[in-house]
């Protein structure tokens, strides 16, 4: 059966590595690349927690169908040593990636400084940056490989955060600031090749995060959204997908995504 969209057509055949793929925004992104290329389709889902990968793939395979392979494989991204060994441990068939995206992001407290938990600031920027520097790197050379200077598609996830610090953000906010840089200056370097970088920015998101950054203080973390209507991890990855099925000539590179009662990190408006 021929691709149904011309998204479909131009995702078709492609191997797409998502990391952060258990939960959230990388769990929903998997199955958006999976709906709307559902023909001719490879994921490499990586995570720390495998067995929800493995899930997400039996429950992908049965809502699509087997034009759809799934290859879950756990991955500690914060452990330079396990990103580099992801590449050499991966079937034949999944090895040559089209797509990247850098998903995986972790924050945890809200301290300020002089405050803020050693373990707290490794943690954040071993996840947030480090990571996402090392396994750029890792999947470049596929990319570097194509003819006519490579070929690829790098998609970070970033947030509002990177673009405007707030009060309490001082880590997370400076990470994803991190992230942003990195990204720009990727994609200057790579600008005489096809390999396109591009950076999904979202504001409030309800997600498992929020819950891990308040360290599962319900209570807390239920009053960042009390009163508003935040993006869910689908909204997010509709955008991811797109951005990654455009026509090969066509970079968006930059993604500013809110829910209608935000305006910036501070700017929101709660129906109480």
Known sequence: MPPRTSMAKNLSGKTVLI?????????????????TSPENLKLILTARRVDRLYQISNEIREEVGDGVRVYAKQVDVSKPQEVD?????????????DILVNNAGFMSGVERPPDIPHDVVRNVYATNVVSVINMTQAILPIFKKRPDGGKGDIIFLGSIAGR????????????????????????KELINTRIRV???????????????????????????????????????????????????????????????????????????
């Open 19 to 35: 990391t952060g793929a258990s939960s959230g925004i990388g769990r929903s992104t998997a199955f958006e690349f999976a709906r």
């Open 85 to 97: 060994a992801l590449v050499p441990s991966l079937p034949e068939e999944f090895r040559d990636v």
């Open 164 to 187: 405007e610090p707030y009060v309490g953000g001082t880590i997370y906010c400076s990470s994803k600031a991190a992230v942003r840089a990195f990204c720009d200056a990727l994609r």
């Open 198 to 272: 591009m950076t999904v920015d979202p504001g409030q998101v309800l997600t498992e995060f929020n819950d891990i950054r308040y360290r599962f203080d319900k209570e807390a973390a239920d009053k960042v959204y009390a009163g508003c209507d935040p993006l869910t991890p689908d909204d997010v990855a509709e955008v991811i997908v797109f951005a990654a099925g455009r026509r090969e000539n066509v970079v968006v590179a930059d993604t500013l995504v809110y829910p209608s009662h935000q305006a910036s990190p501070t700017d929101v408006y709660r129906r109480l």
